[in-house]
C-alpha cells in the first residue's frame, strides 16, 4: 500500500506539472505567461486586489507581481487605482480591453481541463475531486495554509489553474 500511495503522488505530481506545461504552451501563443494568465483570472474574480494580497495568492514575492503587473498595464490589460483609504496601496483592476482576452484563457483553460479529463466519467471526478479536496485540507493544516477560502463549488470547475 505504501508503494501504491508513492505512487499516486507522483502521478498527481506529473499531471500538474503537464497541465502547467499545457498552460505554459497556450499562454505564450497569446503572447503572455501562465503567471499573468492566473493573475488576471484572479482580478476578474475578485477586482481590487492589492500587489501584495495577490502575491500572497499566487504564493510569490511582490516584486515579481508588480514586474508582471507593469507588463499587463503596459498592455492596456490591468490599471493600478489608489487604494481610498491608504495611499501607499495599489489596487488593481481589469480593464475593459482585458475582457476578450480573459474569455479566450477561459476557453483555453476549459480546453486544457477536457483533454485531461477525456474519457473519464463524473462519478469518477466526483471522487478524484473530493479525495484530492481532502488532501489539500489536511496538508493545509500541517504547514498551516494562512490562504483564502476554497473557490465556492460553483466557480471551481471554471477557475482551477495551473
Do not use: Y
Not at 69 to 98: C, F, N, S, T, Y
Not at 114 to 129: F, P, Q, R, S, V
Amino acid at each position: 500500500m505504501r508503494q501504491f500511495r508513492a505512487e499516486v503522488l507522483m502521478l498527481l505530481h506529473d499531471v500538474a506539472r503537464l497541465h502547467r506545461v499545457a498552460a505554459d504552451k497556450r499562454a505564450r501563443n497569446h503572447d503572455m505567461t501562465r503567471a499573468q494568465w492566473i493573475m488576471m483570472l484572479r482580478l476578474e474574480q475578485q477586482p481590487g486586489l492589492s500587489q501584495k494580497e495577490l502575491s500572497e495568492m499566487l504564493e510569490v514575492e511582490p516584486i515579481t507581481v508588480a514586474r508582471l503587473i507593469d507588463r499587463l498595464e503596459q498592455r492596456g490589460m490591468v490599471e493600478r487605482r489608489p487604494d481610498p483609504k491608504d495611499r501607499r496601496i495599489w489596487r488593481l483592476h481589469l480593464r475593459p480591453e482585458a475582457m476578450p482576452l480573459v474569455r479566450e484563457i477561459d476557453a483555453e483553460r476549459n480546453e486544457i481541463a477536457e483533454m485531461a479529463t477525456a474519457g473519464i466519467d463524473n462519478a469518477t471526478l466526483n471522487e478524484m475531486k473530493a479525495a484530492l479536496t481532502h488532501m489539500r485540507a489536511t496538508l493545509c493544516n500541517e504547514v498551516r495554509c494562512n490562504r483564502r477560502p476554497p473557490v465556492r463549488e460553483t466557480d471551481a470547475d471554471t477557475r482551477a489553474v495551473a
